[in-house]
């Protein structure tokens, strides 16, 4: 087998193992370049939506590439870009909304929260600089967004180095059962903490990604937060960069509770993976008020508002609305829950199944009447994917999410495009994964 050892002059992520290299991908397949084929379950880490090999999105960067390829945002703007904003805007849960691209999920997060900060300045609370979010959740990589990021594991190697926010515990009925009240009430006992004055914004997964696993919250949960959030003068951000863009059936993860947010940030899906793109998302309103106040927003980035990425986004886009992929995954999402519990709810080591739309999870524990997770050390959720992956199919998993260090997930977040079928080919794949594993 033709696969790459981590000895030449590429510094991977995971630096210890060998890896097939990629040949091609259409639709939610990929291909080594041994001829071997794989489920894309995962989407990558949930990004590809739309699928692979999608010709219209390869023309529609190749024509504003031949174009212009790059100019900065403070001097220029592009048909692309203005043509994108103007196609999603309406689809956000925002008054007139006002889209801020940037390259990445972190990058967005990091943008959000110095937006969040800037607009309580405008609005003459210069006292608000505090950020509010829950343990165990996950927002990304930079020092911002990994100050407001609750994975332990990922935090460790750098709390002397970073500023530190305020974390309450999420909800998760699966280990710590609660009403969606009992839930919110934890970040009213923060603001009150913290002081409310100085307290600008919370930021929070509509639906928990990675951190917990597809965890959806009880229904009362988000309504109470925005009330609190409106009570003590607390911008609410909706962090969708994983399950925004059609995920889990609905535009947006938060429109499962018609709840608005402040500010709203998404990439991954956003360019369907052919480019990293994503995007702040703001009220006209603040946006306004920031130049009347302040001048300008005070953040930039070198490939901000990027053309190239813009006409991959707006391609991507009209894929989904053209095919009907939201309506899609609600629907295929659906049965993928519906197979997951046939095959998996009476498994002596599947603790829970949870999710929404074509994002799933599995937990998995040592004991199921007690919900005691595996020892971190046993590793049984990278070994589950490695497994899945050798059999063909590529899941996402997760570590920590039962106590910071203890608790394995994996999941499924196939491409929006992905048929019943396909699903009934990934739940097989992964249950004969999980059966060479954990038994059956």
């Not at 992905?418 to 080919?425: C, L, M, P, Y």
């Amino acid at each position: 087998m033709n696969y790459k050892h981590p000895q030449g002059h590429v510094f991977y992520r995971k630096m210890g193992h060998a890896r097939p290299e990629i040949s091609h991908g259409e639709g939610i397949y990929l291909w080594d370049t041994n001829g071997k084929r794989y489920i894309d379950g995962s989407g990558g880490p949930i990004v590809v939506n739309v699928g692979h090999g999608r010709s219209a999105i390869i023309a529609a960067m190749q024509e504003q590439a031949q174009q212009a390829a790059y100019v900065h945002a403070t001097m220029f703007t592009s048909g692309a870009l203005e043509q994108y904003a103007a196609a999603v805007a309406p689809l956000l849960p925002l008054p007139d909304a006002k889209i801020y691209p940037l390259s990445s999920g972190s990058e967005v997060v990091e943008g959000a929260i110095k937006l969040a900060r800037q607009i309580q300045m405008a609005r003459g609370e210069h006292g608000r600089f505090r950020i509010i979010s829950r343990h165990q959740s996950y927002h990304g990589t930079t020092f911002g967004a990994l100050a407001v990021s609750g994975r332990v594991g990922m935090r460790a190697p750098y709390l002397p180095m970073m500023p530190d926010g305020i974390h309450i515990q999420p909800p998760y009925p699966y280990r710590h059962p609660a009403s969606g009240a009992e839930s919110a009430a934890r970040l009213e006992e923060a603001i009150l903490a913290a002081g409310a004055g100085s307290v600008a914004a919370f930021i929070a997964e509509p639906i928990s990604g990675a951190g917990l696993g597809a965890i959806v919250p009880p229904d009362d949960y988000w309504p109470r937060i925005r009330a609190i959030c409106d009570r003590y003068g607390v911008l609410l951000i909706a962090d969708e960069v994983l399950v925004g863009m059609g995920r889990t059936g609905q535009w947006w993860g938060i429109n499962h509770w018609d709840v608005q947010p402040d500010i709203l940030v998404t990439a991954k899906g956003v360019a369907g993976g052919y480019f990293p793109f994503g995007f702040v998302a703001a009220k006209g309103e603040d946006v306004n008020l920031i130049y009347e106040k302040l001048g300008d927003f005070n953040h930039g980035g070198t490939f901000s508002h990027h053309a190239v990425g813009a006409a991959a986004a707006l391609a991507t886009l009209r894929i989904i609305q053209e095919e009907n992929l939201v309506e899609n995954a609600a629907v295929v999402g659906q049965y993928l829950g519906q197979q997951l519990y046939h095959t998996f709810s009476e498994h002596p080591h599947i603790g829970d199944i949870r999710g929404r739309g074509l994002f799933w999870a599995l937990e998995l524990v040592q004991n199921r009447d007690t919900k005691q997770p595996f020892p971190a050390k046993e590793k049984i959720a990278p070994t589950l994917h490695k497994l899945a992956f050798d059999l063909g199919l590529i899941i996402y998993y997760g570590q920590g999410n039962a106590d910071g260090s203890s608790g394995d997930i994996v999941m499924l977040g196939p491409p929006l495009i992905t048929t019943k079928a396909q699903v009934d080919e990934m739940v097989e794949i992964l249950a004969t994964a999980v059966t060479q594993k954990l038994g059956s």
